[in-house]
């Protein structure tokens, strides 16, 4: 996990326990006694060939639930399956056999959003998945020499809309070389892969910048590898010495001008170039560095290109700290007089504290040529901070949903995700912000709900990225239930009927990622469709589609492909339409 990730990630999880405390059960209430689901529920299946129908034995089949409970039997001689004693819920259902790619139930592809299956106390569900044989691409490494390339880490990656950009991505777990310089990667779909090599050490940021297949640093030079059905291709390459990767240094100083000891510091790809005559597709390359006691940084092996270099400080866990997590993680709620340090163990003091421990950091784009950079000097600062409300639009009745979380996210490279939302029956939160562009997300949203707009010091930021740096605000999230709804069927020649609904606004400009005016939905086995909660607009265009990556509908060039095809509607506040669609080719 990326360190600056990881020490947010800790932040948060303390602040979450603080809000847990304050919402223990008051003293003297009585406790209900839970029913005992009791387990009464099936799932059954076929699990087949898709090219030929046939039976597969011996596949593995596993079934999940919230990512925890799990279930995992092998299908017999006929390819059937059967999961009993089950508590009622929704599942995943996944599986996987030797020579097949492993498919989710809902997949008919590779890469598509999956499905769920839901059953209820005494019922039975059908999960039939028809697996697709796998094709594999095998090679071997040497250096510069000429020898064998031993231990190199081998990857497979692919294109693919990864917010709103297509990038170059890992599929696979990859492999390793062994002593004679021979990898094999296996178990892919048919489709167009570039291959990447990397040596160093096994940590994955502190690397070799990657080689990619014929053996180029440069990623517009990478050639595709086009790979047929359930085939096996070969690909040899060098891995040439690293002669253009320069050196980045600098140093970290603080808020206050001193050095910053310790601090992490993340070197994150922007390279823009053109593979295989497709525009703008980007590297997820990542280098790292910890700040020496002097504030100072050395990356070394840094490919020439566009990068944005970002630094934070480190969490200071000290035993302050240390008695304030074991504070909010106790069974119970500190009593008021329980202090360490200069830390006040109460509910509300302890987040705030926390709050305001949040570190520092600081962010800046740089251009690496091959002779390098140095006296880089990024100074932090400590990130913004709004205090907020979820308020009801005017004429909602009801009262508002509980659980809605809402996150501060910067979705540049390196960008950090901050969620700390408060839980109290005002519906009042408080967001430590990321320094740079960022975006407010809401999550958490029931069905029958929907934001309206969210509002920063009175000015309208629901579709906008702000930055906090260094200030702070008042926000307000306006919530409705007044939901838009676009329903209709799907007209098709072809047996399968559970098309990819996808709309989308006519105005590019709200092709963000993410966009809460560009949707998908599966239709049913009738190609019935429905999506609601669209934001009120003028024109949406709204297409049909046999197969849909997951999250291919922020892909531009895709958008821009269907928007002639596309069918037009209008949707205005509340309001519901129906339409009928045929299948468009993409």
């Not at 008919?108 to 106390?121: G, L």
């Not at 697996?131 to 510069?144: K, P, T, V």
């Not at 205090?387 to 509980?402: H, Y």
């Not at 005002?426 to 949203?445: C, E, H, K, M, W």
């Amino acid at each position: 996990m990326n360190p600056i990730r990881l020490s947010l990630w800790a932040l948060a999880v303390l602040i979450g326990c603080a809000n847990a405390v304050g919402a223990q059960a008051p003293a003297g209430s009585r406790t209900r006694s839970q029913r005992v689901d009791p387990l009464t529920s099936s799932i059954q299946g076929r699990i087949t060939t898709a090219d030929t129908g046939a039976p597969i034995r011996g596949a593995e089949v596993r079934l999940s639930m919230d990512g925890s409970f799990s279930r995992l039997v092998t299908t017999d001689g006929e390819g059937r399956f059967e999961l009993r004693s089950l508590p009622a819920g929704s599942y995943k259902l996944i599986v996987s056999k030797s020579g097949f790619i492993t498919l989710e139930y809902g997949q008919r592809r590779p890469f598509e959003s999956a499905s769920t299956i839901s059953v209820r106390e005494g019922e039975s569900a059908t999960g039939n998945v028809a697996l697709i044989r796998g094709g594999a691409i095998s090679g071997r490494l040497i250096d510069e020499f000429g020898d064998p390339s031993i231990g190199t880490r081998v990857q497979v990656m692919r294109l693919r809309a990864d917010g709103g950009r297509r990038r170059l991505v890992p599929v696979g777990a990859g492999d390793q070389t062994d002593d004679t310089g021979a990898f094999r990667l296996y178990g892919l779909p048919a489709g167009e892969y570039y291959l990447s090599a990397s040596t160093g050490l096994i940590d994955a940021v502190k690397r070799d910048p990657p080689v990619y297949y014929p053996g180029t640093m440069n990623v517009s030079e990478a050639q595709p590898i086009v790979l047929a059905p359930g085939a096996e291709t070969s690909a040899d390459f060098q891995i040439a010495a690293i002669a253009r990767a320069a050196t980045v240094s600098g140093v970290v100083l603080n808020s206050s001008g001193g050095p910053a000891p310790g601090a992490m510091v993340n070197l994150s790809s922007n390279t823009v170039g053109t593979i295989n005559s497709v525009p703008s597709p980007q590297t997820m390359l990542m280098l790292h560095a910890d700040a020496a006691p002097d504030g100072s940084f050395t990356i070394q092996n840094v490919p020439p290109g566009s990068y944005t270099l970002t630094a934070q400080l480190p969490l200071l866990f000290d035993a302050a700290f240390a008695a304030a997590q074991q504070a909010v993680r106790g069974a119970g709620p500190p009593p008021p007089e329980m202090v360490s340090g200069n830390f006040t163990v109460g509910n509300a003091a302890v987040r705030e504290q926390m709050l305001n421990r949040m570190p520092e950091t600081a962010s800046m784009p740089i251009n690496v040529t091959s002779e390098g950079m140095s006296g880089i000097a990024l100074t932090t600062r400590r990130g913004g901070r709004l205090s907020g409300r979820i308020v009801a639009d005017a004429g909602v009745g009801r009262p508002l949903p509980t659980g809605l979380q809402v996150t501060l996210r910067s979705p540049g490279p390196g960008g950090m995700s901050m969620q700390m939302s408060g839980g109290s029956a005002t519906n009042d939160f408080q967001l430590v912000g990321a320094s740079g562009p960022s975006r407010i997300d809401v999550q958490g949203i029931p069905d029958g709900w929907a934001v309206k707009a969210i509002m920063l010091d009175g000015e309208d930021v629901t579709d906008e990225a702000i930055d906090m740096t260094g200030r702070s605000g008042l926000l307000r999230v306006i919530m409705t239930d007044r939901l838009t709804a676009l329903s209709g069927t799907i007209q098709s020649n072809t047996d399968s009927r559970d098309h990819i609904v996808v709309v989308f606004p006519e105005d590019a400009t709200k092709w963000t990622s993410p966009s809460r005016f560009v949707r998908t939905t599966r239709a049913d086995a009738d190609g019935r469709f429905q999506i609601r909660g669209l934001p009120p607009a003028d024109r949406y265009l709204v297409a049909a589609l046999e197969h849909l990556e997951d999250g291919e509908e922020r892909d531009r060039q895709l958008l821009e492909r269907l928007r002639i095809r596309a069918t037009s509607v209008s949707l205005g506040d509340g309001e519901q339409r129906s339409i009928q669609l045929g299948v468009t080719s993409r």
